[in-house]
């Protein structure tokens, strides 16, 4: 088998900061990569940090909504998304933990992002009791915890048409009371929560359902915090990182770029391409990638493979979108996310479900259970924990390892077996989803040596552990994937070399 190579208002806000320094994650040198630890609670999120995330090189941890919300009668993971005040307690654990859980987190390196919700409010009929056991009043717009009132809410409507941007950004999402972002009440109590955040050393933020709100108020409320804490290493007047949830795949007015200025956002089409391309064996579509204007420009993109909406058959990208279930598959696209240099990559890490409004692992009295890791360091009690599947961590180590490199030496077969090199720091081979093995000579663009193979294996003293590559005089190799290998991945950098002649 031979590839084809490819050349390669009135507020006690004194300054409103200039928004271009939103674009940073702020991750620790020699890291990168974000996990959204989905529903997991404040005390497990820091234990994950210290055992796993951290000693394998991850850059940062998205937590769920950490403010009081409504308390579901199915307790569904969507209550997170219903804010009843802005009180730091939820079913993660209250402001202690969650104060403790970024601490610990920082201490190995690991930053924390908080996904925050300003668009809207909780909904429900009559009295309804949240999280810390506020009791508010959706339908009179009294939310007296925050305290809101109707005068801090648009007028009632609910959206029914997404060409209409006026009615996408100033009516209700399905039935929540929709916040009025130039309310002077409004950003006061919004900005006041972000700097308590900032106070406990988190690095960012990502912002639920920011295409209903305007770029001008988003702007305003994460352009006016305070400077991030440098009690935790961050450097002076260093701005919080903003990654905006902005559902963009080019069939609505609103466009993703209306956002750009102001700090990052979720590219959605990357998620709705990437799941085609793997599931439907569309190789070539591959090839688009860099030159394709209908992607977010790399450093203003948060990519992944799915998100906690998309992954229940909301949100954008339908069938398309590849989740856990798919197995090796989803795999595959999991790896490449983080392989390409594409974008600021994050990592779903689920539960199972098996209808879309389930909430997380829990014990009879609703109270969210912890994972417990089998002999591999899997979970086993239904927690998923994709984040911790054969490759991922290490696929992670190769990104750090090839950070400011580029895409060299691009080569497939036309089918799903393709390779590429970053730059003269590493190679990464895919073998698809075949059963045939991949066993081609290929230019990997690294020093003459034998590399170990950080898929299937480590490098010790004695050699490596799992396959090997040698790299010839000339600067190829040959490169074996068996057909039933678990990942299909193979990949080499610098520093996986076991001999460099």
């Known amino acids: 088998m031979h590839f084809i190579s490819f050349g390669g208002g009135i507020l006690l806000v004194l300054v409103l900061h200039v928004a271009d320094g939103q674009f940073d994650p702020h991750f620790l040198p020699g890291r990168s990569v974000i996990v959204h630890l989905f529903e997991w609670k404040f005390s497990d999120i820091a234990a994950e940090c210290e055992n796993y995330l951290g000693p394998n090189g991850f850059g940062g941890v998205q937590v769920s909504p950490i403010n009081e919300c409504l308390v579901s009668p199915e307790r569904a993971w969507w209550e997170r998304y219903q804010p009843v005040s802005y009180a730091i307690v939820s079913r993660s654990g209250d402001e202690k933990e969650f104060a403790e859980m970024v601490k610990r987190c920082y201490e190995v390196g690991v930053r924390v992002y908080v996904d925050v919700i300003f668009n809207h409010m909780a909904s429900g009929e009559g009295e309804v009791v949240g999280t810390g056991g506020s009791l508010v009043y959706p339908e009179e717009r009294l939310y007296p915890h925050v305290p809101y ?39 006061r109590s919004v900005i006041e929560f972000l700097d308590r955040l900032i106070d406990h050393g988190v690095a960012g933020f990502r912002a639920d359902a920011c295409k209903h709100m305007w770029p001008e108020d988003i702007k305003f409320l994460f352009g006016s915090t305070k400077n991030l804490s440098p009690e935790f290493g961050f450097p002076d007047k260093a701005r919080p990182f903003l990654y905006q949830e902005v559902i963009d795949l080019g069939q609505e007015p609103i466009s993703k770029n209306e956002y750009t200025s102001i700090g990052v956002v979720t590219e959605f089409l990357f998620s709705a391409e990437i799941g085609n391309i793997f599931r439907y064996k569309k190789l070539k579509e591959f090839m688009k990638w860099g030159t394709d204007e209908r992607f977010l420009r790399s450093d203003r993109a948060l990519v992944f493979v799915e998100n906690h909406d998309n992954e229940r058959g909301h949100g954008a990208g339908g069938k398309d979108i590849l989740t856990y279930k798919d197995g090796k598959r989803y795999l595959l696209a999991v790896l490449f996310t983080i392989a390409h240099p594409y974008g600021i990559p994050r990592i779903m890490s689920s539960y199972d479900f098996s209808n879309s409004d389930e909430g997380p692992p829990a014990n009879a009295k609703g109270e969210i ?53 970053r730059g003269d720091l590493g190679f990464v081979a895919f073998n698809g989803y075949t059963m045939s093995h991949l066993n081609s000579t290929v230019k990997v663009c690294l020093p003459p040596g034998i590399y170990c193979d950080v898929i299937s294996g480590e490098v010790t003293l004695d050699g490596c552990t799992g396959l090997e590559v040698v790299v010839k005089d000339d600067g190829y190799a040959n490169i074996f994937i068996p057909g039933d290998s678990p990942t299909g991945v193979l990949a080499v950098h610098l520093g996986s070399a076991y001999i460099i002649d």
Request: aromatic fraction near 10%; charge should be negative; proline fraction near 4%.
């Open 149 to 187: 009132g109707p005068e801090d809410f648009n007028p009632h409507c609910v959206i029914e048409d997404y060409q209409d941007v006026d009615q996408v950004r100033n009516c209700a999402l399905v039935s929540l009371p929709d916040l009025n972002q130039k309310s002077d009440n409004v950003k």
């Open 369 to 421: 259970i912890s994972p417990v890791f089998n002999d591999r360091g899997l979970c086993t009690n239904g927690w998923i924990c994709q984040h911790r599947w054969l490759g991922v961590a290490s696929m992670v180590q190769f990104r750090n390892a090839v950070a400011g490199s580029g895409i060299v030496n691009w080569m497939d077969n036309g089918e799903q077996q393709f390779a590429f090199c």
